[in-house]
T-cell receptor, first 113, second 110 residues
Framework: DGGITQSPKYLFRKEGQNVTLSCEQNLNHDAMYWYRQDPGQGLRLIYYSQIVNDFQKGDIAEGYSVSREKKESFPLTVTSAQKNPTAFYLC????????????FGEGSWLTVV | GQQVMQIPQYQHVQEGEDFTTYCNSSTTLSNIQWYKQRPGGHPVFLIQLVKSGEVKKQKRLTFQFGEAKKNSSLHITATQTTDVGTYFCAKTDSWGKLQFGAGTQVVVTP
C-alpha cells in the first residue's frame, strides 16, 4: 500500500471554512479516487479521475471539488457547502478504472467544529 | 447504483472459532474483490474472484464466488485476534468503478 501519501492525517476546521486534503501517489497509476467513510459505515465515492485534467463525480460529490493537474496529485477540497463534513477521507489509486485493484492511502481525519 | 449487500454487519467471534461473512448482489457480477480494514487503518486488498464457482484460499481465509456470480463469501477458520477488522466486498459497476459494500465488522474475543 505504500506510494500513496495523504496529508494531513488529522485536521480540525471551523464550520464555514474550506479545507483541502492532499493526495500524492508515486505508483504511476492513471486513476485516482476519493472516498468518504463515516464511523461504522462503508466507503462512498466522492470523485474519481481516470486521466490527467479529467474527473467525474461519484455518488456524493455535492460540497466537494477536486483537480487533477498532475498524474501524481489529486487534491480534494471540502467546501463550506458540504453539510456534514466530519469524516474519514480516503484517497486511492489504480492502474485503470475498470475494476482494477485499488490501493489506498492511510486516510485523513477531518473534524469540523 | 445497485450496491452489494454484506451480512452480517457485525460478527463477534470467540478466538479459535470459524465464521463466514457474505456478500450478495441482485445482478450478475463481473468480478468481486475483498478488502480488509484494521481498526484505525485503511482498506487493504485481499483478493479478486472472477470465475463462476471460483474458490481461493489464503492461509485460514477461504473466498468463494457463487455459481451464478451473484454472491460471494469469506470464511475464516480458527479465528485469531489478528483477524479483527472490517471486511469489505466490492463490485465493479457499469462504469468500471469499484462499489463497496457496507462491510462486516469482526470482533474477536480471546
Amino acid at each position: 500500500d505504500g506510494g500513496i501519501t495523504q496529508s494531513p492525517k488529522y485536521l480540525f476546521r471551523k464550520e464555514g471554512q474550506n479545507v483541502t486534503l492532499s493526495c500524492e501517489q508515486n505508483l504511476n497509476h492513471d486513476a485516482m479516487y476519493w472516498y468518504r467513510q463515516d464511523p461504522g459505515q462503508g466507503l462512498r465515492l466522492i470523485y474519481y479521475s481516470q486521466i490527467v485534467n479529467d474527473f467525474q463525480k461519484g455518488d456524493i460529490a455535492e460540497g466537494y471539488s477536486v483537480s487533477r493537474e498532475k498524474k501524481e496529485s489529486f487534491p480534494l477540497t471540502v467546501t463550506s457547502a458540504q453539510k456534514n463534513p466530519t469524516a474519514f477521507y480516503l484517497c486511492a489509486s489504480s492502474f485503470g478504472s475498470s475494476g482494477n485493484t485499488i490501493y489506498f492511502g492511510e486516510g485523513s481525519w477531518l473534524t469540523v467544529v | 447504483g445497485q450496491q452489494v449487500m454484506q451480512i452480517p454487519q457485525y460478527q463477534h467471534v470467540q478466538e479459535g472459532e470459524d465464521f463466514t461473512t457474505y456478500c450478495n448482489s441482485s445482478t450478475t457480477l463481473s468480478n468481486i474483490q475483498w478488502y480488509k480494514q484494521r481498526p484505525g487503518g485503511h482498506p487493504v486488498f485481499l483478493i479478486q474472484l472472477v470465475k463462476s464457482g471460483e474458490v481461493k484460499k489464503q492461509k485460514r481465509l477461504t473466498f468463494q464466488f457463487g455459481e451464478a456470480k451473484k454472491n460471494s463469501s469469506l470464511h475464516i477458520t480458527a479465528t485469531q485476534t489478528t483477524d479483527v477488522g472490517t471486511y469489505f466486498c466490492a463490485k465493479t459497476d457499469s462504469w468500471g468503478k469499484l462499489q463497496f459494500g457496507a462491510g462486516t465488522q469482526v470482533v474477536v474475543t480471546p
